[in-house]
């Protein structure tokens, strides 16, 4: 019993172990390696969690199976049982809940018990496995990767021309390319969604840091004259004009009006070389989502680089100047111009001649509230929308469009990757709980079956020989013909544990104390008669 125990101790602690050692890893992780055999799968701690239970189970089950053998055989020793009740105990061992086993909660109360908890080591099986499930983590499992982020040194964004008299470069603006960009981004309201660079079918989050412009748009002051940049209507049918924005270089100032509430509002922007902070997030679809958590600030953009004035090619400093350049260019020139609105045709109308219609369209601006079909209606609030569009434009350039003559917007870097999977979770309470209910129980019958040994002065055994070693005696062969069901069997007197015909024992015991007595009188004769008379 001792060593059952023992045993069982050791499985609680495997199995524990096991779980602890599972605890948070994803189910696709590797799990052992045996023999360069890699085990992986997720059936493989099934099945090792399921066969440490059992076997468990098993060697709990035998603890308190040898004492119950101890406690019957101590119960045959002082008491009396029909064989028709022996038969119920010997089923109860094997199943205490069988009807052919129901007389033993009579007749055997306590057998019964240590039965019935010796059948209940089967819930260690069922319940403990449990304690190891299995959920879904979003980007919670870090890994090495390969990914893209914006890199201007190497791009090619700037439309320039070589002065080869004057061996210059000389800035003329953006690239065709770069303007396809932008509009695209104005048009769409969003950033442009990068490449998914997760392994197929993987949801994957990492982070990323690189230098491009940045917009700081501030409210204008009182010397600003907003009826002059928004004039009235010429009469109740002319256009409204709802947008009016004029640039200066890399100064760019806008003013709108929301035709909601008839109030105007405008911004003047300056530009900066800055540093964005990124979280990008890529799903197991084709879904991609860009988050700037954090822009840093450098030194503001206040003129553009015209040209490399007789220096021959531009250096890196310069080439990289041009690139910041030519995205403020494309962001100021889609911004230019004005927009207005004809209330009576509801249609857009040239205010003047720079008619900026990507503005007019665009859902950064132009979208109507919930309760109007008319647009312009919804409040927008230009001091976080321009700089939002800025950042979109330079988030968009992870697209990687401008791949030409070597050049390109993105430059490879080696980081790690948070990746979403599903993960064991070890519910610790759930699986020591268990067990130790289990050990605690064994130990106790442990503890009742070391006492029956004690009382019976030898261990006992269900093994054949030993139920051969009760029954087959002189004194139950020659009371064979009073067996019956009812017949009552006791070890009680026998040194030997033999099962013997309860009635008769106890009518040969006073025969045996009569003839002692007689002989110790000297009554030799009546010794004889009273065999007779027997």
Known sequence: MGAFLFVGVLLLLAHHFL?????????DAQVFAVSGLSLRNQSVSSILGNAIAYAARTVLSAVIGVAFIQVLWLKLRRSQFS???????????????????????????????IALLAALMSVISIVTPGALRVESFQFAFPDECSINTVSLTNSNLASVVTNSSENSTIFLGAQANLMALTVQVLTGGSALQPPNPCPPGSACQYNIDFNAPAAVCDPVDSSFNLTEWLPLPDNDTAPILVWNSSSDGLWLAVARKDLATNSSSAVNCSMFNATHHALLTHTNTSSSTVEVYQTDFHNEISAIFTSTSGSGSPSTDEYEEMQFDAIITSFVNFLSGDVGYNHVTQEYDPFDDIENLHVAYSPLFSSPAPSSDVPWTSAVDLTTVLPSLMRNISVSLLTDRFSSGGKTSVTPLNTTCWYSSSAYVYNRPRLLATYGAALGVAAACMLFGIRAIQLNGVEESNAFSRILGAVLNKSLFDDRHELSASSKLTANGSPDGQLVLAQLSTFNFTVHVLRQSLKFHGHSGSTSFLSVLI
């Open 83 to 113: 064989v028709k009740e022996l038969d119920a105990v010997v089923a109860c061992k094997g199943d205490p809940l069988a009807f052919s086993a129901l007389p033993a909660w009579y007749t055997a109360f306590w057998l019964a018990v």
């Open 19 to 27: 779980y602890v050692h599972l605890d948070g890893k994803p189910i």
